[in-house]
């Protein structure tokens, strides 16, 4: 499976990608709001076999992606994960490609492709507060923020709060 975008290609990861995705996965820049990551080795092989073997699932819950520019080595990951016709989204980008729109719009198309393909009733992503950028990212693809979570993600030890954002389905039957 693959999904276009723009200036993207959004592709299945193969364990062939472990060098380029240790190299932004072990970055200590991307885990500062978040529970993933910087990673051992050990974690980016568990990472990509996780990928590999959910790509072979016979009811997929698993779509997490490599960020790429056609042909070229992945320098992020975008994922959605799926449980009873509800989606969770989340993204993370090499450092060095920050502020380019490209998680904007790795997201929207992963965002689109839970709304129409999966027809997933309700997509909901969370952010720490302090991650401004997440939070950007959430609002530009039209996630509207439902909540705020006191204490309720545990980051190295520390307890943090996410911002609650959703995209709901508005036509499903109730
Ligand atoms: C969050 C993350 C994916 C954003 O990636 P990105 O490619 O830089 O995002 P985009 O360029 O698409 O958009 C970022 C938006 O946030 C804004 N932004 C970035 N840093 C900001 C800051 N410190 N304060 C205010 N706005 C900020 C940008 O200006 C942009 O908004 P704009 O288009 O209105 O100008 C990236 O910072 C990252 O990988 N962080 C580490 C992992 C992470 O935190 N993932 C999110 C988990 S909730």
């Known amino acids: 499976m693959e999904l276009q975008t723009e200036r993207l290609l959004l592709r299945e990861y193969t364990l062939g990608d472990f060098a380029a995705v240790h190299s932004f996965a072990s970055d200590v820049r991307i885990a500062e709001y978040v529970d993933w990551g910087p990673n051992t080795a050990g974690d980016t092989q568990e990472f990509l076999e996780m990928c590999v073997a959910a790509q072979g699932d016979s009811v997929r819950t698993a779509f997490t992606f490599a960020v790429t520019f056609p042909n070229r080595d992945p320098f992020g990951s975008v994922g ?56 950007r990212v959430l609002e530009k693809i039209g996630m509207v923020q439902v909540g705020l979570r006191r204490a309720d993600k545990l980051i190295r030890g520390e307890w943090r709060d996410s911002l609650v954002f959703s995209a709901h389905r508005v036509d499903h039957k109730r």
């Open 80 to 135: 959605l994960s799926v449980d009873h016709g509800r989606g969770e989204l989340g993204y993370v980008l090499d450092a060095d490609h920050w502020g380019r729109g490209y998680a904007t719009e790795a997201a929207a198309s992963l965002l689109r492709f839970g709304k129409e393909t999966l027809r997933l009733r309700d997509i909901t992503a969370t952010c720490r507060p302090e991650n401004t950028a997440s939070a």
